[in-house]
C-alpha cells in the first residue's frame, strides 16, 4: 500500500490509498473553494448523560447529485469534484460538511473505488483489503488527536438509510467521547467479570454464538453470526476469533482472510430477498474500543473491548422497511419481526457461490 496526502483548495486533507507503489499523485485541486466553516458544537444531554451533536452547517450538504456531477468521482478535464485526480483505489479526505470539526472531533469521507456504480461488495479481495488498511491506518492516526477519544468506520448503504451521494463510499468518525453504544457494553462487560470472577464478555459471547444454530459464515480468523437477541430483522455480527481491541491490533492472517468473509457475507445480503429485488440497504459499523480512561469499570481496560463488524438492514421483507416507530424510538425497546434463528437460516441459504 502506498499512502500519499494532500491538501484541497479550501485546505481540507485527502488522502490516496494505492495499490500499486509507484503510483504517482501530484494533480492539485483547482476549484476556488473559500475555507470550510463549520458550526459543531457539542451539547450534553443531563437527563440521559449522552452528547449530540449540534451541526447547522449541514443542512446546505450536497443532496442526490445527478451521476455526471458526483462529488466522489475523479476529476475528469473541467468536471472538477473532491478528488483532484483522474483516478484512483481509496481515497479519504476530511468530510466538508462535518458532523464533528475541531475541538468536537473530525470527520472523514472513505472512498472505496472510483466506480460510480459499483458497490463494496462488487470489490475484489485485494481491493476490500486495501479499504481495511485506509480503515486501519485512519484509526491509527485519529487517535493520536487530542480531541478523539473513539474511532468509528462506518458504511451507510442505500436511499432508504439516507443516502445521499450514490457512489460507494463510508465514513470515519472521531468523537471527542466514548459513544453511549459502547460505554454500555463496557458496563456490561465489568459486571460480567464480576459476576463471573473474571471471564470476558465478550470471549463468552462468541463461544455461545460458534456453538449455536445461527453462524451464517467462519472461516480460520472470522465468524459472522446472527446475535441472540438481533435488533433488527436482518444483522450480522462479524467477530474476528482472537480478540483485540481495534482494526490496528488485527493480526495478518486476520487481515488477509477479511475480505474473503466480509465480500461473501455482503454478497449473501443483496440475496436475502430474492432475485430482481433492489440491493439491499444496510449500516456496516465498525465497533472499536475507545482510546480514553476508562474510569469507574473496576479494572476493565480497552484491551477487554472486542473489536467486531454490526452489520444490518432496515428492511424486513421485501418491499417493506423496519421503522422506529413509538416503542423503539419513544423507549429505545425494539421489536423483531424476523426470529434470529430464522434469519441465520437464510442467510445460509443464499450463499453467493
Known sequence: MKKSSTRLADGRELIYYDLRDDTVRDAADRRPLDRTVTTSEIRRDPLLGDCVAVASHRQGRTYHPPADECPLCPTHGDRLSEIPDSSYDVVVFENRFPSLAGDSGRCEVVCFTSDHDASFADLTAEQARLVLDAWTDRTSELSHLPSVEQVFCFENRGAEIGVTLGHPHGQIYAYPFTTP????????????????????????????????????????????????????PYEVHLYPKRRVPDLTALVEAARTEFPQIYLELLRRFDRIFGEGEPPTPYIAAWHQAPFGTLADLDGVTRDDFALHLELFTIRRTSGKLKFLAGSESGMNVFINDVPPERAAERLREVASS
Open 181 to 232: 453504544r459502547t460505554a454500555l457494553m463496557l458496563r456490561s462487560v465489568a459486571a460480567h467479570r464480576r459476576a463471573t470472577g473474571g471471564e470476558n464478555l465478550f470471549d463468552a459471547v462468541l463461544r455461545r454464538e460458534l456453538a449455536g444454530e445461527r453462524v451464517v459464515l467462519e472461516g480460520e480468523h472470522w465468524a459472522a453470526f446472527v446475535p441472540y437477541a438481533a435488533h433488527w
